[in-house]
């Protein structure tokens, strides 16, 4: 039986449609790392993205 591991992680926005990072870099590294994406949302206050939520996977 396969078993799988989680991790969600939060990118916020700074400024308009700003982040601190680069969220292809990022999302890169968490591929190349054996992590797949599986689902992510976005945060909003005031009709304004403020975050958003990636959740990723991979087998153990």
């Given at each position: 039986m396969n078993t799988y591991e989680?991790?969600?992680?939060k990118i916020e926005s700074k400024?308009?449609?700003k982040t601190t990072i680069d969220n292809d870099a990022l999302l890169n590294e968490y591929g190349?790392?054996?992590?797949?994406?599986?689902?992510?949302f976005a945060e909003q206050f005031n009709g304004t993205t403020t975050a958003?939520?990636?959740t990723f996977m991979k087998e153990k």
């Open positions: 989680y991790k969600t992680i400024g308009f449609f190349e790392a054996g992590w797949k994406m599986v689902t992510s958003v939520y990636y």
